[in-house]
């Protein structure tokens, strides 16, 4: 199993800044992929960064430049730092675990949520 619970949200001016925390317990170990969604009132969840083996990132098209993913050594805390924050990034923030459970088999898990308000 893992847990993970994230902080660091909050209400910011446009172009204000904010860095996300997600503190990750349990099976650390057999984790392939951490990853960031968001999910704004009336839409599907989304995708917004993910870091994978060997520190391979990838992000949504209008966060990049402007959105950093990363873990520390230990691999139990992934941050998301965001800069430059637009309105549309309004949104509850997820932290995201993907875990390999079996040989070809994976699950992933999910935090609470942090909530992300831009506005001025």
């Known amino acids: 199993q893992v847990q993970l619970v994230e902080s660091g949200g909050g209400r910011v001016q446009p172009g204000g800044s904010l860095r996300l925390s997600c503190a990750v317990s349990?099976?650390?170990?057999?984790?392939?992929?951490m990853g960031w969604y968001r999910q704004a009132p009336g839409k599907p969840r989304e995708l917004v960064a993910r870091i994978s083996g060997g520190d391979v990132t990838n992000y949504e098209d209008s966060v990049k430049g402007r959105f950093t993913i990363s873990t520390n050594n230990a691999k139990t805390t992934t941050y998301l730092q965001m800069n430059n924050l637009k309105p549309e990034d309004t949104a509850v923030y997820y932290c995201?675990?993907?875990?390999?459970?079996?040989?070809?088999?994976?699950?992933?898990?999910w935090g609470p949520g942090t909530q992300v308000s831009v506005s001025s």
């Open positions: 349990g099976s650390i170990s057999s984790i392939v992929a």
């Open positions: 995201n675990a993907y875990r390999q459970v079996g040989p070809t088999t994976f699950q992933n898990y």
